[in-house]
């Protein structure tokens, strides 16, 4: 970046780091960062150091047998997603060997989505009950259809936080901490045994046809992708990735945690981060991700504000940190308008003016420019990996991608691989799947094949 003597321009250079300026070699040498990370994470598994360890690797627990199992129709699994910003739920059934979202009797799919507002601090038994009261007033209308049927075949309870898989006569289930990454807090979650167990418990209590012999699945939202043909990434909120190393089966990254001095961290991230319960930690997750994004946007925001470049009134509009990243989606967006943009025009009507957006909008260019950078570095890292476990892959490694951040944001996608290009030539990276509801379908096929695959083995006793 230029220097320059105006107001604006110097505010930028004091809180945010222009990458466009760093060197190839700079993420290159990020990428074999992230790799090592991965490689610790791999031979720690299963020791007393995997938990301290910031580049955990999980291994997902479901047999490879059960993952190829072949999908039994007339199943009926419900899927429960819970991501850092909104639980989303739907019925599914098993027709012809594929998942299919569910019809009510209108023949409208029967799914649903709500934001938690904000929320991250619950205790176990509040979290899982205001679950089962969602699925009871958002998917209640199959429930009835359901109550001749018999219980619910499976569960696919998508858990995008970090836990340790167990595997038993009911499926894979996940049992993790009470602190979570995203700056999340279930008090009594570890207490309360598996997590899978725990939703079980509530929907039962709520009345809802669950019983012993539902098989669950807890997956996160990156493992839920993995097929034999794709690896899993997640850039929304959070920042995730999981991959299917032949031999060692799917392995789940949790790409939040770990650090590395080539990080492009700014001076807005590190104040972002001091403000976070997890200070220092969920290093690469603050960088790259949605929450730690947005989160930089606000420093940025309110330091602008107390230099006296923007009004007092502009963080006032922003009642939930996920609008800090619609407002750079919207300042990101090729010929945008005051008319048809909400939070610009919002942030017009509070007294910001055409120079304040011009520079917000040089703010998120730069904020978003170092989050692809960092999340490229990652990509290459885990494809790296890949191929060094999978030589069937060869030059060409296709993730499946979930996130709106990542797929709605206007230019981001193109940045990251325009970045990976740079770093590594060689390879062809695909991301392929703009659903946001991909992983939950994925999930809800794991789940059917799981539980045919455990109908088979009790048949067989």
């Not at 360890?53 to 291994?59: G, H, Q, S, T, W």
């Not at 039994?72 to 699994?77: A, K, S, W």
Request: aromatic share 8%.
């Amino acid at each position: 970046m230029a220097l320059s003597s105006s107001p604006s321009e110097t505010l930028l250079q004091d809180m945010l780091i222009d990458t466009s300026t760093i060197p190839a070699s700079h993420f290159k040498d990020l990428a074999k960062d992230f790799n090592a990370g991965m490689q610790y994470g791999l031979a720690l598994q299963g020791t007393p150091a995997q938990e301290t360890n910031p580049f955990k690797m999980y291994d997902s627990g479901i047999p490879a047998a059960a993952l190829d199992a072949q999908m039994v129709d007339g199943q009926t699994v419900l899927g429960i997603d819970v991501g850092g910003t909104a639980v989303k739920g739907a019925f599914y059934e098993v027709k012809d060997g594929k998942v299919y979202v569910a019809t009510d009797a209108n023949g409208d799919r029967v799914t649903a989505e709500e934001s938690f507002g904000g929320r991250t601090t619950w205790n176990a038994a509040e979290f899982y009950g205001m679950l089962a009261d969602f699925v009871t007033r958002r998917l209640g209308r199959h429930l009835a259809q359901q109550a001749g049927q018999g219980p619910i075949d499976a569960l696919a309870y998508m858990y995008s936080f970090p836990g340790v898989a167990t595997f038993g006569n009911n499926g894979q289930d996940v049992v993790s901490h009470d602190g979570l990454p995203k700056e999340w807090h279930i008090a009594g979650l570890e207490a309360g045994g598996p997590v899978g167990a725990q939703l079980i418990d509530a929907l039962h209590q709520a009345g809802i046809l669950v019983g012993e012999t539902t098989t669950r699945v807890v997956p996160n939202d990156t493992t839920a992708m993995i097929d034999k043909d794709h690896q899993g990434l997640v850039l929304g909120t959070g920042a995730n990735i999981a991959v299917n190393l032949q031999d060692l089966g799917i392995v789940n990254q949790e790409c939040g945690g770990g650090d590395s001095k080539r990080l492009p961290k700014s001076n807005a991230m590190h104040i972002f981060d001091k403000g976070t319960t997890n200070f220092g930690g969920q290093q690469w997750e603050k960088v790259t991700a949605g929450y730690g994004v947005g989160g930089q946007m606000k420093v940025l925001i309110a330091e602008a504000v107390r230099r006296g470049l923007l009004p007092e009134t502009l963080p006032g509009i922003f009642t939930d940190p996920s609008l800090l990243n619609r407002f750079m989606s919207e300042l990101m967006t090729p010929g945008r308008t005051a008319n048809d943009l909400p939070l610009i025009s919002s942030a017009r009507r509070v007294g910001v003016s055409d120079q304040g957006l011009t520079m917000l909008n040089r703010g998120a260019e730069l904020i978003l420019k170092a989050s692809a950078d960092a999340a490229a570095s990652m990509v290459v890292a885990a494809g790296n990996l890949v191929r060094a476990y999978s030589p069937k892959f060869g030059g060409i490694v296709n993730f499946k991608t979930e996130g709106s951040f990542f797929w709605k944001t206007p230019g981001y996608k193109q940045n990251v691989a325009a970045t990976i290009a740079v770093i590594d030539p060689s390879t062809n990276y695909n991301f392929v799947g703009k659903d946001y509801r991909l992983g939950l379908v994925g999930a809800a096929q794991q789940a059917a094949r799981l539980n045919t695959y455990l109908n088979a083995q009790r048949a067989s006793r």
